[in-house]
Nanobody
Framework: QVQLVESGGGSVQAGGSLRLSCAVS????????IGWFRQTPENEREGVAT????????NYADSVKGRFTISQDNARTTVYLEMNSLKPEDRGTYYC???????????????????WGQGTQVTVSS
C-alpha cells in the first residue's frame, strides 16, 4: 500500500512558477514509479511527468519539456514538480500517483498507476 498527499497548488499568472509536492509513504515506494498527472473537467487525465524512485530516471510529456522538472528528495519521501513558464493550458487538478511499471511509467499513462492522491488545484490566468 502506498499513500500520497499533494500540496503546493495555487493561482498564478501566465509566465509564473509553482512547485508541487507529493508526500509518499508505504512499503512499495522504494521501487515505484511516481508520476504527476493533470485533469480538467473537459479533458481526460493527462500524463505530465514520471520518475523512478530507485534510480531517478525521468520522463516528460512533450507539452511540458523544458518547463517542468520532476525530482525527489534524498530520503525518497517527497516527489516534486517544479513548474516554470506556466501557460493557461497548464491549469487543472494535478494528481500524484504511484505504482506504474514499464511502459506505463515511460509513457506516463495514467491507467497503469495503482495509487492516487486527492489532487491539488492549479490555476493559470492569462
Amino acid at each position: 500500500q502506498v499513500q500520497l498527499v499533494e500540496s503546493g497548488g495555487g493561482s498564478v499568472q501566465a509566465g509564473g512558477s509553482l512547485r508541487l509536492s507529493c508526500a509518499v509513504s508505504g512499503s512499495t515506494y522504494s521501487n515505484s514509479c511516481i508520476g504527476w498527472f493533470r485533469q480538467t473537467p473537459e479533458n481526460e487525465r493527462e500524463g505530465v511527468a514520471t520518475i523512478y524512485s530507485s534510480h531517478g530516471t525521468t520522463n516528460y510529456a512533450d507539452s511540458v519539456k523544458g518547463r517542468f522538472t520532476i525530482s525527489q528528495d534524498n530520503a525518497r519521501t517527497t516527489v516534486y514538480l517544479e513548474m516554470n513558464s506556466l501557460k493557461p493550458e497548464d491549469r487543472g487538478t494535478y494528481y500524484c500517483a504511484a505504482g506504474g511499471v514499464g511502459w506505463y511509467c515511460s509513457s506516463i499513462y495514467h491507467k497503469g498507476f495503482r495509487y492516487w492522491g486527492q489532487g491539488t488545484q492549479v490555476t493559470v490566468s492569462s
